[in-house]
């Protein structure tokens, strides 16, 4: 088990739970990449946090400055399904498809954890 610390909460990343993750990765013109991660930030803080289910996400910028990546946590199949449902959330995925060439989203399941030697969980 991984445990992330957040000033607000902490949170447990296992293999040994319904947990699934959203690997979401968004392909832009280099010049649009920050307007891309400020969109989905903005989502993250204002949409995602209070819907039932989430737990985290993280961002990632490709150093060529042609990806995004999302890496989000849902304490469940059904509540990320469910999230999807909801009109604010499909209005956010919409408005982040406008920025982007393409995108690509993968649902899945962690199946192992690893650290480096001496690394604490």
């Known amino acids: 088990m991984t445990v992330l610390t957040t000033t607000e909460t902490t949170i447990a990343v296992t293999t ?8 979401n990765v968004f392909t832009v013109p280099p010049s649009r990449q920050d ?3 400020a969109a989905l930030d903005k989502a993250t ?3 995602f946090a209070g819907v039932p289910g989430f737990i985290s996400a993280n ?3 490709a150093l060529d400055g042609t ?6 946590q849902w304490s469940s199949e059904q509540a990320y399904r469910e999230a999807l449902r909801r009109p604010e959330i499909r209005h956010h995925i919409a408005e982040a498809a406008a920025l982007t060439d393409k995108w690509d989203p993968t649902l899945v399941r962690v199946r192992s954890i690893h650290h480096a030697r001496g690394a604490q969980a």
Request: no cysteine.
């Open 45 to 47: 803080v204002e949409v």
């Open 67 to 72: 990806r995004v990546i999302n890496y989000a």
């Open 35 to 37: 307007e891309l991660l």
């Open 16 to 23: 040994d739970a319904d947990q699934v993750t959203l690997v």
């Open 59 to 61: 961002l990632h910028a």
